[in-house]
């Protein structure tokens, strides 16, 4: 007989996981936005690792699509923090300033 079934400590531990989230999410100063991007890309790269096991080790075609769709997510939200942190790299770079026109004679 369990005590607490562990589908209610998943949904327990992905709901706090999602109001934590949030709340990091939503309190960071926009001068640190790049390296919060760095560090949410290596955790995307965990969860697709995760997801890849999840996958692969369950035999229920449920929890093979959930984990199938975790990978297709980590995977779009890689893709997206990269661009996003080149982009706001970009923005730091130096313009190089174009040699002004001669004269004309």
Do not use: C, Q
């Not at 984990?67 to 997510?73: E, F, K, R, S, T």
């Amino acid at each position: 007989m369990d005590i607490v079934s562990p589908t209610l400590i998943n949904l327990t531990i992905f709901v706090l996981a999602i109001y934590v989230g949030y709340h990091v999410v939503w309190t960071v100063t926009p001068a640190l936005h790049t390296p919060l991007m760095a560090v949410t890309n290596a955790i995307s790269a965990i969860v697709i690792v995760g997801a890849m096991l999840a996958a692969a080790l369950t035999e229920g075609g449920f929890g093979k699509a959930m984990g199938v769709a975790a990978v297709a997510l980590a995977a779009v939200n890689i893709f997206g923090g990269f661009m996003v942190t080149r982009r706001m790299l970009e923005m730091f770079k130096k313009k190089d300033k174009k040699p002004a026109p001669a004269p004309a004679k």
